[in-house]
């Protein structure tokens, strides 16, 4: 096994990781928005304001931009890898 090959199967393993970890801040920030939505108890202007935060984090767009931003490097390195050979 060469150096290149540890490196492409490192590099590999990061992007799962990577996929992973932005999987599980999904699910994360899906529980924070359901429990912030089930607190009705809140003053008015801090509830808005917490109910407003966790909508912008849970954004689906910047979520796709990021999974699709991993999938097309992963798929960039898997096409540099065909062309070196």
């Given at each position: 096994?060469?150096?290149?090959d540890t490196i492409n199967i490192l590099t590999v393993l990061l992007l799962i990781g990577s996929l992973i970890a932005v999987c599980l801040l999904?699910?994360?920030?899906?529980?924070?928005?359901?429990?912030?939505?089930?607190?009705?108890?809140?003053?008015?202007?801090?509830?808005?304001?917490?109910?407003?935060?966790?909508?912008?984090?849970?954004?689906?767009?910047?979520?796709?931009?990021?999974?699709?931003?991993?999938?097309?490097?992963?798929?960039?390195?898997?096409?540099?890898?065909?062309?070196?050979?």
């Amino acid at each position: 096994m060469t150096i290149i090959d540890t490196i492409n199967i490192l590099t590999v393993l990061l992007l799962i990781g990577s996929l992973i970890a932005v999987c599980l801040l999904i699910a994360l920030l899906f529980k924070a928005n359901k429990a912030v939505s089930a607190i009705e108890n809140l003053s008015e202007n801090f509830g808005k304001f917490v109910r407003d935060i966790v909508a912008s984090m849970v954004n689906i767009q910047t979520v796709t931009t990021a999974v699709h931003e991993i999938v097309e490097k992963f798929t960039d390195h898997k096409n540099t890898k065909k062309k070196s050979k």
